[in-house]
């Protein structure tokens, strides 16, 4: 029987696995961490958010600059793909009101269990503590040991969250293939002046980000060091520029209507009190006013007004890819064929997110994950057919 490696047990080598075992493969997956899937498993703690809502134009929206190399991945295996899958093993899903697609256990390990349970009906082995350092030819050397097989699908993960696998040290013997790393859906770094520090820990809702010509409503959070959350993580390649940060505190009302408010302030009511009486604004939001000019504002209510509806945030960058939920970089697309084979290694296929694309949450990232590991387990099956 033909003999696949797959390196990696997260999402897109697990898919690949499924894929090359339905094909009749005989699949070993080697995982270094003592369990499989460990990010896919933290990522659903609060919600496993596996897909997304809407057409395959929406879908392929969200990849950026490397829709074009993902989009037969992406139509081969696309949203509703994923959905059914899904319900395959016996997991009801939903779609929640900003058209997220969720399982309705809220969380990633029944998904997992039963996943786990379908690979191994289908004979699937799952090697763990097995670190891959490097492959000769189509074989991967597992534990310093080469392990015979036809071929291999790297799943590696990218550079982020190394503590639960996604270390991206398989870099260094796929070096000359790759693209640096860079952090993806990460927060963006701010040196707050010291009035900002009763504000860390809170939310910044009801807004809108801009960066650049993205534009992202959602909530973000004050840490000691910036701004988190998911309202600002599709602003990350911009930041990454160097792109400017602003927050529409109102994006629900526009500038007349701000203006006017602003203008029936009593002259014994204090700017901020009048901004939480007549604007609504929380004290967090009255905060981000105050930091942007630096102190309480002295300007005329309508330069005020258009402030609110574009507060400026002094940010130098994005947070650390220690701190990212994902990456950007990995292996260039340039080095590999549409099938995900690498062009100098016959027998090598890679998928996931150690690939050089990155996508925002909300379902993005993790549907590219499951369809570059089905395309990539697919063609691998052809190729040694």
């Known amino acids: 029987m033909t003999r696949a490696a797959v390196i990696g047990a997260g999402p897109a080598g697990l898919m690949a696995a499924e ?117 000769f030819g189509t074989n991967p050397i597992i534990n310093d040991v080469a392990r015979d097989s036809d071929v291999t699908v790297l799943a590696c993960g990218g550079a982020s969250w190394a503590r639960l696998g996604s270390d991206g040290r398989w870099a260094e013997w796929l070096q000359a293939k790759t693209v640096p790393f860079e952090a993806a859906n990460a927060g963006v770094r701010v040196a707050w002046t010291p009035s900002m520090q009763r504000f860390w820990g809170q939310a910044v809702k009801n807004v809108r980000w801009h960066a650049g010509d993205v534009v992202s409503q959602g909530e973000g959070v004050v840490t000691a060091d910036g701004l988190e959350g998911g309202g600002l993580y599709s602003l990350t390649p911009a930041v990454r520029r160097g792109a400017q940060v602003t927050i529409d505190l109102l994006p629900e009302r526009d500038i007349p209507y701000v203006v006017d408010k602003l203008e029936e302030r009593p002259k014994k009511v ?23 000019t630096g102190g309480v504002p002295d300007m005329t209510m309508h330069d005020l007004a258009h402030l609110i509806k574009a507060v400026p945030v002094a940010t130098s960058g994005v947070m650390s890819i220690d701190k990212a939920i994902s990456t950007a970089g990995g292996v260039s697309f340039s080095e590999l064929d549409p099938d995900l084979m690498l ?41 040694v057919s």
Request: proline share 4%; glycine share 12%.
């Open 19 to 135: 894929v090359m075992a339905k094909a009749g493969l005989s699949v070993t997956v080697y995982e270094a961490k003592p369990s499989p899937a460990r990010k896919f498993l933290m990522a659903g703690k609060s919600g496993l958010n596996l897909t997304l809502e809407g057409d395959f134009d929406r879908l392929l929206s969200g990849y950026g600059n490397a829709a074009e190399a993902l989009r037969p991945a992406l139509e081969a295996f696309d949203n509703t793909a994923l959905r059914h899958w899904a319900e395959g093993l016996g997991i009801e899903v939903f779609s929640g009101s900003t058209g997220r697609v969720f399982p309705k256990a809220m969380k990633a390990s029944p998904l997992l269990r039963a996943w786990l349970g379908r690979l191994d009906a289908l004979g699937v082995s799952l090697e763990r503590r097995a670190q891959c350092s490097g492959l």
């Open 270 to 292: 204090t700017l901020s009190r009048w901004l939480n009486k007549s604007l609504k604004l929380p004290a967090v939001k009255v905060g981000l006013v105050f930091e942007a």
């Open 343 to 383: 062009r100098d290694q016959r027998g090598v296929f890679c998928c996931g997110e150690m690939l050089d694309w990155e996508a925002p949450t909300g379902g993005w990232l993790l549907t590219g994950c499951f369809a570059t590991g089905a395309w990539a387990g697919a063609a691998a099956a052809r190729y």
